[in-house]
C-alpha cells in the first residue's frame, strides 16, 4: 500500500545549520508530494510542495525536489533558525478516479538551539 | 478571514458519554477530512468527505462518526467514547484539486 517514512527524531541543530530531513515514500500511480509544519500549539500547515517528477518545491528557505527514481522527497534549508523549531510532516496524495487519498509521515520534530 | 474552526479546544470526557467535535470552514471548500495524531503514529486519517452528503471512512474509522448535510459543516461524533480515543483531532478542507490542505487549531480530547 501507499505510504511515507520520514527520519524519525528529534533533529538538534546550532542556529545557521545545515538542515536535511529525509523523507521517503511508496504509492501506486503518480503522486504529490508535500512537506507540512506544525508550529507549537497550531494546527499543521503547507510549507512546499511538488506535483510531477523533478518539480522543486520551495518556501521561506525551505526546498524539496520530487525524485522519482529514488522515490524521495528530502527537507533540506541552508541556514536554520530557532524560529524554525517545530515538527515537520511529509506527506503524499494520489488522486485515483477523483478520490484523494492523503497520507502523512510520522513526524520529525527539530529544535534548533542559539 | 479563511478559517478552519473547530470546538471544543479541549475535552475531558468519561468513558461512553457521547460526544461531538464540530468543524467548520468559511472557505467554500468541497473536501473536509478528519485525523488523528498520536506520538509515533504521525497524523492518520479517520473519515473524509469528497462533499456533501459522501463521506467515507480513511484508515482508522472504528468508533467514529462523521455526517456532512451541508457544505461547511462536517462534525465528528464518538458515540461511546473510550480511553483509546484520546488523542488530538484536526479537521481539514480541501479546495478541490488543489491538493494543499487547510487544517484548523485542533482539538484535545482526553477520555478517562
Known amino acids: 500500500g501507499d505510504s511515507v517514512t520520514q527520519m524519525e527524531g528529534p533533529v538538534t541543530l546550532s542556529e545557521e545549520a545545515f538542515l536535511t530531513i529525509n523523507c521517503t515514500y511508496t504509492a501506486t500511480g503518480y503522486p504529490s508530494l508535500f512537506w507540512y509544519v506544525q508550529y507549537p500549539g497550531e494546527g499543521l500547515q503547507l510549507l512546499l510542495k511538488a506535483t510531477k517528477a523533478d518539480d522543486k518545491g520551495s518556501n521561506k528557505g525551505f526546498e524539496a525536489t520530487y525524485r522519482k527514481e529514488t522515490t524521495s522527497f528530502h527537507l533540506e534549508k541552508g541556514s536554520v533558525q530557532v524560529s524554525d523549531s517545530a515538527v515537520y510532516f511529509c506527506a503524499l496524495m494520489v488522486d485515483t478516479s477523483g478520490t484523494y487519498k492523503y497520507i502523512f509521515g510520522t513526524g520529525t520534530r527539530l529544535k534548533v538551539l542559539a | 478571514e479563511a478559517q478552519v474552526t473547530q470546538n471544543p479546544r479541549y475535552l475531558i470526557t468519561v468513558t461512553g458519554k457521547k460526544l461531538t467535535v464540530t468543524c467548520s470552514q468559511n472557505?467554500?471548500?468541497?473536501?473536509m477530512s478528519w485525523y488523528r495524531q498520536d506520538p509515533g503514529l504521525g497524523l492518520r486519517q479517520i473519515y473524509y468527505s469528497m462533499n456533501v452528503e459522501v463521506t467515507d471512512k480513511g484508515d482508522v474509522p472504528e468508533g467514529y462518526k462523521v455526517s456532512r448535510k451541508e457544505k461547511r459543516n462536517f462534525p465528528l461524533i464518538l458515540e461511546s467514547p473510550s480511553p483509546n480515543q484520546t488523542s488530538l483531532y484536526f479537521c481539514?478542507?480541501?479546495?478541490?484539486?488543489?491538493?494543499?490542505?487547510?487544517f484548523g487549531p485542533g482539538t484535545r480530547l482526553t477520555v478517562t
Open positions: 481539514a478542507t480541501m479546495p478541490g484539486r488543489a491538493y494543499e490542505q487547510y
Open positions: 472557505m467554500n471548500h468541497e473536501y
